[in-house]
């Protein structure tokens, strides 16, 4: 359990809650209310391995970084493991993965050196995701380090532009942020306005991370259908592609992202569980992002097959 001063953080919304019961709900037969579960590998031993480990840990998805998240190396990678890998994905019946490009990657800072080295390791990441086709590259759109967030999202936009061409297999995905410091994201309107101005806007879509909306101040505790439909309002429920799944050690609107494991945190278990359950989310990616170990991870993956019973 959290201790009482986590607990004492959380400023639960409750308004609204028996609000917008909307259209999806009767649209998705109960047999059909299913999620892809998995978490965060390491990437160490290999693409096949991490098949592999996910299979034993109970999902069938995964999330891995394209390389190290803060040093910013790629390693060689070999044919033969990502092939292994895709026969992998197909004999287990995974859903699409995760990938997650690096946190050093920053499109819009107010440095040139900066922005120009995230252009590349976006650049060779997508390269790389080709071995993998059919699957979500997903990114945090950058922290504008003081330029304004108009400024951050034309860059951001201008750097998808140079290097999503309608060719790719892969659909990028911008991930929701806390809104913490300069961060760009923070808002359903700040992504949605940053694929307003890509060229292939068919090639993005969003990864919501339940953490992060929650300590953006979107209340997913108190009105879940609320916010699911002001996301489909600003951006389009079709473009959610995936969802990262963490409980918050923070209060909704704290704009902290502190990730916690399922039902410690101030989301708490009840509305992880209806979130995970939601119509309109069915069929989508759900990753774990939560601070766990091994044992962790296989017993939230446990938790949330037990509710898809
Ligand atoms: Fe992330
Ligand atoms: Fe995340
Ligand atoms: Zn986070």
């Known amino acids: 359990m959290n201790d009482d001063m ?15 019961v909307f259209h999806f709900y009767e649209s998705v037969p109960m ?15 290999g693409y096949e ?6 299979t ?4 069938n998805t995964f999330a891995w970084f394209t390389r190290n998240p803060r040093g910013g190396k790629t390693r060689a990678v070999d044919p033969e493991d990502i092939d292994a890998l895709r026969m992998h994905l197909q004999k287990d019946g995974f859903g699409p993965l995760v990938a997650h490009g690096s946190y050093t990657m920053n499109l819009c800072s107010a440095k040139e050196e900066t922005r120009a080295n995230g252009l590349d390791m976006l650049r060779q990441d997508l390269e790389r995701m080709e071995l993998l086709p059919g699957n979500y590259y997903n990114f945090h759109p950058g922290s504008h380090t003081g330029q304004g967030i108009e400024a951050g999202i034309t860059q951001i936009a201008d750097a998808l532009n140079l290097v999503i061409t309608p060719d790719l297999h892969t659909t990028v995905l911008l991930e929701t942020m806390a809104g913490k410091g300069s961060e760009i994201g923070g808002t359903f309107e700040e992504l949605r306005e940053i694929i307003d101005r890509a060229v292939h806007p068919e090639k993005i879509g969003v990864c919501l991370d339940t953490c992060h909306v929650w300590d953006g101040g979107y209340d997913l505790v108190g009105d ?14 079709e473009r959610l592609k995936a969802v990262h799944f963490n409980d918050s050690k923070n209060g909704c609107g704290s704009r902290k992202d502190r990730h916690e494991k399922l039902g410690l945190g101030c989301i708490g278990m009840d509305a992880m569980k209806r979130i995970a359950l939601h119509p ?15 044992e962790g991870y296989i017993r939230e993956i446990h938790t949330v ?4 019973q």
């Not at 391995?49 to 996910?54: D, I, N, S, T």
């Not at 309109?280 to 091994?294: A, G, H, R, S, Y």
């Open 56 to 59: 034993r840990f109970g999902g």
């Open 280 to 294: 309109v989310l069915q069929n989508l990616p759900f990753i774990l992002e939560t601070p766990n170990e091994d």
């Open 224 to 237: 879940p259908d609320g916010v699911l439909q002001h996301f489909d309002t600003v951006i389009g429920l």
């Open 49 to 54: 391995a991490m098949g592999k480990r996910m």
């Open 305 to 308: 097959l037990e509710w898809q």
């Open 31 to 45: 047999e059909e209310k299913m999620i892809f579960i998995g978490c965060h590998l390491s990437v160490t031993d």
């Open 6 to 20: 986590g607990y004492s953080q959380c400023i639960r919304k409750t308004e609204g809650s028996e609000r917008g």
